[in-house]
T-cell receptor, first 109, second 114 residues
Framework: DAKTTQPPSMDCAEGRAANLPCNHS???????VYWYRQIHSQGPQYIIH???NNETNEMASLIITEDRKSSTLILPHATLRDTAVYYC??????????FGAGTRLTVKP | GAVVSQHPSWVICKSGTSVKIECRSL??????MFWYRQFPKQSLMLMAT?????????EQGVEKDKFLINHASLTLSTLTVTSAHPEDSSFYIC??????????FGPGTRLTVL
């Protein structure tokens, strides 16, 4: 599976949009982009995933560049409960999920 | 999303004893289950992958005789830490996947070995 690069930490004001970037320049054609988050001392929570097209669900939006070498997870109205470590993972769907260091997002009042 | 449970949520044991952790998929059949370990301030590290009815596949550096994994049914996998030592103290997390769908993670089990 391709490697991903994320900033180690980010801050966001409560109520504003949080935009979390992820670089995956070596992604191959059959690899999906997955986003999970982990709130302190809990198991990771699935957020969203996509292959080529932008995706949106009740939690977030996923924007994937046309060349698929990077993506952005958007939390439209961040709340204090969104403070967590966010992981961007690239994988072929049948493969195991391998985690990098992720981005520690802190939502501030 | 699908629900995965783990039991116990935390356990404290004496050095040299064995500890069993259960992972259950509550509302779907998990053809594949994964076990991870997470040390403080670090990311999750994959320990092993298990398919129902088959022997688990362990990651390099993970001792299969120390971390026994059983995946006897489509809804249950167990991880047994044998002869636990203080360095085995960690947060153990399982995940379950049905076919080619996304993985869902359990809430984790915190193991403390005294």
């Amino acid at each position: 599976d391709a490697k991903t690069t994320q900033p180690p930490s980010m801050d966001c004001a409560e109520g504003r949009a949080a935009n979390l970037p992820c670089n995956h320049s070596t992604i191959s054609g059959n690899e999906y982009v997955y986003w999970y988050r982990q709130i302190h001392s809990q198991g990771p929570q699935y957020i969203i995933h996509g292959l080529k097209n932008n995706e949106t669900n009740e939690m977030a939006s996923l924007i994937i560049t046309e060349d698929r070498k990077s993506s952005t997870l958007i939390l439209p109205h961040a709340t204090l409960r969104d403070t967590a470590v966010y992981y961007c993972i690239v994988r072929v769907v049948v493969n195991d999920m391998r985690f990098g260091a992720g981005t520690r997002l802190t939502v501030k009042p | 999303g699908a629900v995965v449970s783990q039991h116990p949520s935390w356990v404290i044991c004496k050095s040299g004893t064995s500890v069993k952790i259960e992972c259950r998929s509550l509302d779907f059949q998990a053809t594949t289950m994964f076990w991870y370990r997470q040390f403080p301030k670090q990311s999750l590290m994959l320990m092993a992958t298990s398919n129902e009815g088959s022997k688990a596949t362990y990651e390099q550096g993970v001792e299969k005789d120390k971390f026994l994994i059983n995946h006897a049914s489509l809804t249950l996998s167990t991880l047994t830490v044998t002869s636990a030592h203080p360095e085995d103290s960690s947060f153990y997390i399982c995940s379950a996947q049905q076919g080619f769908n996304e993985q869902f993670f359990g809430p984790g089990t915190r193991l403390t070995v005294l």
